[in-house]
């Protein structure tokens, strides 16, 4: 069992940079992986970007390749989305997931696939 929080978002012009943080507080997420997921009113919750246990893997949705890296650092019990280049779109609620499927062997993409969440942290790019 593991309990997320997630924290660095706020107001940012377009073209400017955030940078989310997903801590661990209850529990160590160092053998799950860890995905970030967003919202927007209205729309459907979607998959932004996912890290395997080990760092070694890394996924992200079209949109958002090139302009955000996601990391991790175990001893810190921390998983980083470093957004750059933002856009008026990227504008919602960020979450933090964990996966027992530590390997996103059965896929990083679905929100279904993740067992832990965090109350989610908004992020508003004005034009």
């Known amino acids: 069992h593991v309990q997320l929080a997630e924290s660095g978002g706020g107001l940012v012009q377009a073209g400017g940079s955030l940078r989310l943080s997903c801590a661990a507080y209850e529990g160590s997420f160092s053998n799950y992986a860890v995905g970030w997921f967003r919202q927007a009113p209205g729309t459907e919750r979607e998959f932004v970007a996912a890290?395997?246990?080990?760092?070694?893997?890394?996924y992200y949705t079209d949109s958002v390749k090139g302009r955000f890296t996601i990391s991790r650092d175990n001893a810190k019990n921390s998983v980083i989305l470093q957004m750059n280049s933002l856009k008026p779109e990227d504008t919602a609620v960020y979450y933090c997931?964990?996966?027992?499927?530590?390997?996103?062997?059965?896929?990083?993409?679905?929100?279904?696939?993740?067992?832990?969440w965090g109350q989610g942290t908004q992020v508003t790019v004005s034009s």
């Open positions: 890290i395997t246990w080990s760092g070694g893997k890394t």
């Open positions: 997931a964990a996966s027992v499927d530590y390997d996103l062997g059965w896929g990083a993409t679905g929100h279904s696939g993740y067992d832990y």
